[in-house]
């Protein structure tokens, strides 16, 4: 196809929380643009200047609140740790939940505010990297333009999908996981081998928001003796509690954890292995299930710019290993010292992994070839296979009456959800009581993983 020449100046934004490999990504983005003789500028810190733009009162500065990115810029820096241009959370469609808001000019406001900011420096496209709130404020942006006079000057937008969480639909695997699961299991082994020499466990979360991807990984990397995600949040760990919508007013039920039910699955592990003269031993939380604790845990937790709660704040590593240990001795009238810690932050700018650097420089690479190759708008791109590459329309990714996205979660009875329960220790209680999905343990299976 003949090239697209009505993209002469790109810009790029990085949005959200830092992940490996975000250099990789817009190293490659940059590069394809450059050598094409096309400029790109690359705003700093996502949104946090663009949204609060003026001519007169704020204007955007070079190298200040962005840098018309060299070829010396972006050269050399695809493993190296950090974000180039920076990140942040800031949020130019909070108040935006239909389509109908787009047409009203007090919500669109900070939106506004983008775009005029983007046409005056003359941006034929941006290049969106984040999380699914980052897709979100991509797809307001295109959205938004939709409903512009006649003749106004559009630019064109496609979407780099990124977050360690991997919970992304449209896309196998998001560049970073491997990573922040490689450190994270890391971590996991030091303190399995702590473990051990101290007859202890260690109660670990791990990041993820609310997909399991991240503690599934961990814990089959790390070879944990027993992981916890959402999507095992059924049978007994379930409970049903009443709630008022703040934003109509209903009175509903919502799904919660039962903390006495997943404590006592705990404890079934722990003396199921004290059976086998195991006297230590570890435990993975995906964090996400803080947000599915009972209401009067969540009271006062503060929340972002995308309304999500602070779930560091929260530490269920720590809550669950203080609700085991009393448990435990409940059932035992022993103490037996259990560790909660929480893991992360760590691993999000860690250098990248050799996989994540393929496949971030893929789906910057991939943005050069959506805009300039497709002549491709409101798209995001993928990879699948091979690193082969595909683009996805924001239209499929996001809903269309309330303009949000999807979190992709692990499919329960999933091979990959299976890999992690037959590696992980068995116990005593057929699984099929706390975790549908699970087949039960052949005989021939039994030990498989044990230490």
């Given at each position: 196809?003949?090239?697209?020449?009505s993209?002469?100046?790109?810009a790029?934004?990085?949005?959200?929380?830092?992940?490996?490999?975000?250099?990789?990504?817009?190293?490659?983005?940059?590069?394809?643009?450059i050598?094409?003789?096309?400029?790109?500028?690359?705003?700093?810190h996502?949104?946090?200047?663009?949204?609060?733009?003026?001519p007169?009162?704020?204007?955007?500065?070079?190298?200040?609140?962005?840098?018309?990115?060299?070829?010396?810029?972006?050269?050399?820096?695809?493993?190296?740790?950090?974000?180039?241009?920076?990140t942040?959370?800031?949020?130019?469609?909070?108040?935006?939940?239909?389509?109908?808001?787009?047409?009203?000019?007090?919500?669109?406001m900070a939106?506004?505010?983008?775009?005029?900011?983007?046409?005056?420096?003359?941006?034929?496209?941006?290049?969106?990297?984040?999380?699914d709130?980052?897709l979100?404020?991509?797809?307001?942006?295109?959205?938004?333009?939709?409903?512009?006079?006649?003749?106004?000057?559009?630019?064109?937008?496609?979407h780099?999908p990124?977050?360690?969480?991997?919970?992304?639909?449209?896309?196998?695997?998001?560049?970073?996981?491997?990573?922040?699961?490689?450190?994270?299991?890391?971590?996991?082994?030091?303190?399995?081998?702590?473990?051990?020499?101290?007859?202890?466990?260690f109660i670990?979360?791990?990041?993820?928001?609310?997909?399991g991807?991240?503690?599934?990984g961990?814990?089959?990397?790390?070879?944990?003796?027993?992981?916890v995600?959402?999507?095992?949040?059924?049978?007994?760990?379930?409970l049903e509690?009443?709630?008022?919508?703040?934003?109509?007013?209903?009175v509903?039920?919502?799904?919660?954890?039962?903390?006495?039910?997943l404590?006592?699955?705990?404890?079934d592990?722990?003396?199921?292995r004290?059976?086998?003269?195991?006297?230590?031993?570890?435990?993975?939380?995906?964090?996400?299930?803080?947000?599915m604790?009972?209401?009067?845990?969540?009271?006062g937790?503060?929340?972002?710019?995308?309304?999500?709660?602070?779930?560091?704040?929260?530490?269920?590593?720590?809550?669950?290993?203080?609700?085991?240990?009393?448990?435990?001795?409940?059932?035992?009238?022993?103490?037996?010292?259990?560790?909660?810690?929480?893991?992360?932050?760590?691993?999000?700018?860690?250098?990248?992994?050799?996989?994540?650097?393929m496949?971030?420089?893929?789906?910057?690479?991939?943005a050069?070839?959506a805009?300039?190759?497709?002549?491709?708008?409101?798209?995001?791109?993928s990879?699948?296979?091979?690193?082969?590459?595909?683009?996805?329309?924001?239209?499929?990714?996001?809903?269309?009456?309330?303009?949000?996205?999807?979190?992709?979660?692990?499919?329960t009875?999933?091979?990959?959800?299976?890999?992690?329960?037959?590696?992980?220790?068995?116990?005593e209680?057929?699984?099929?009581?706390?975790?549908?999905?699970?087949?039960?343990?052949?005989?021939?299976r039994?030990?498989l993983?044990?230490?």
């Amino acid at each position: 196809m003949p090239a697209d020449n009505s993209v002469k100046r790109v810009a790029i934004v990085f949005s959200g929380g830092p992940a490996p490999a975000a250099n990789a990504v817009i190293s490659a983005a940059a590069i394809s643009f450059i050598e094409d003789e096309r400029e790109v500028v690359g705003f700093f810190h996502g949104y946090s200047s663009l949204q609060d733009y003026h001519p007169v009162t704020h204007p955007l500065l070079a190298n200040e609140h962005y840098r018309v990115l060299t070829d010396q810029d972006v050269r050399g820096i695809a493993n190296s740790r950090g974000i180039l241009i920076g990140t942040a959370r800031a949020n130019p469609g909070k108040g935006i939940h239909s389509p109908e808001d787009l047409a009203d000019p007090e919500k669109t406001m900070a939106l506004a505010r983008v775009y005029h900011a983007l046409v005056d420096l003359e941006i034929d496209a941006l290049i969106s990297i984040g999380g699914d709130d980052t897709l979100k404020t991509a797809n307001f942006l295109y959205e938004y333009q939709k409903g512009l006079p006649p003749g106004a000057r559009r630019f064109k937008l496609v979407h780099l999908p990124k977050t360690i969480d991997n919970d992304y639909r449209g896309i196998d695997f998001t560049f970073g996981f491997f990573t922040a699961v490689d450190v994270m299991a890391k971590a996991v082994q030091n303190l399995r081998a702590d473990a051990s020499a101290t007859h202890s466990y260690f109660i670990v979360e791990t990041m993820g928001r609310k997909a399991g991807w991240l503690s599934y990984g961990v814990a089959i990397a790390g070879e944990a003796d027993l992981v916890v995600g959402v999507e095992d949040v059924l049978g007994v760990l379930a409970l049903e509690e009443l709630y008022t919508d703040p934003q109509t007013g209903e009175v509903a039920t919502r799904k919660r954890v039962d903390i006495q039910a997943l404590a006592d699955r705990i404890v079934d592990l722990i003396l199921t292995r004290e059976k086998r003269g195991k006297h230590h031993g570890t435990v993975v939380l995906a964090e996400g299930l803080g947000e599915m604790l009972p209401e009067s845990f969540l009271k006062g937790l503060p929340r972002d710019e995308h309304g999500h709660i602070s779930l560091g704040r929260l530490d269920l590593g720590k809550l669950m290993a203080q609700v085991v240990m009393e448990r435990h001795f409940a059932r035992t009238s022993r103490k037996k010292k259990i560790t909660g810690v929480q893991l992360g932050y760590e691993s999000r700018c860690a250098p990248p992994h050799a996989f994540d650097v393929m496949l971030g420089s893929q789906l910057g690479i991939g943005a050069y070839r959506a805009l300039v190759e497709e002549g491709l708008d409101g798209h995001m791109v993928s990879v699948s296979g091979q690193l082969d590459l595909h683009y996805v329309p924001f239209k499929e990714l996001v809903n269309p009456e309330t303009l949000t996205t999807e979190v992709r979660f692990v499919r329960t009875g999933s091979d990959f959800h299976r890999l992690a329960r037959f590696l992980e220790s068995r116990s005593e209680k057929p699984a099929e009581e706390w975790t549908p999905g699970r087949r039960p343990e052949p005989p021939s299976r039994r030990g498989l993983g044990q230490e």
